[in-house]
């Protein structure tokens, strides 16, 4: 199981200041929620088949399968911050993010509706 670097009381802090006020979030703490959201996606679906990334902020390797290791994966999703926190709270789905062009996502492992959302607002 991989270890935790974002506290969990720390990220979950982050995440609930970007849903109360998206717009008004300071650069740290929307990197802390991003961060911390990636990070509870790797622990709900271990594996390395699929590469997410969400620049600047970081990026993780998800999903059982055919274990990725050097150059672009085969299976990539990209997409901003916004988006990103978007489904994993589920103010978004992910045909709604596809069809709208607010991600990007390459592989035939690279539907990640199945593991969204990852927490839901109270």
Do not use: C, F, K
């Amino acid at each position: 199981m991989p270890r935790r670097r974002i506290d969990p009381a720390e990220g979950g802090a982050a995440l609930r200041a970007w849903m109360a006020d998206p717009r008004s979030l300071d650069r740290a703490t929307l990197a802390t929620a991003v961060r911390y959201t990636l990070e509870e996606l790797s622990l709900q679906a271990p594996g390395r088949s699929v590469e997410v990334r969400v620049p600047p902020y970081g990026a993780v390797q998800v999903i059982q399968g055919t274990t990725h290791r050097r150059g672009t994966p085969p299976n990539v999703v990209e997409l901003q911050a916004d988006s990103w926190l978007a489904l994993a709270v589920g103010d978004l789905t992910w045909s709604e993010a596809e069809s709208s062009g607010r991600l990007s996502a390459s592989g035939g492992r690279a539907d990640l509706s199945a593991y969204l959302p990852l927490v839901r607002r109270s």
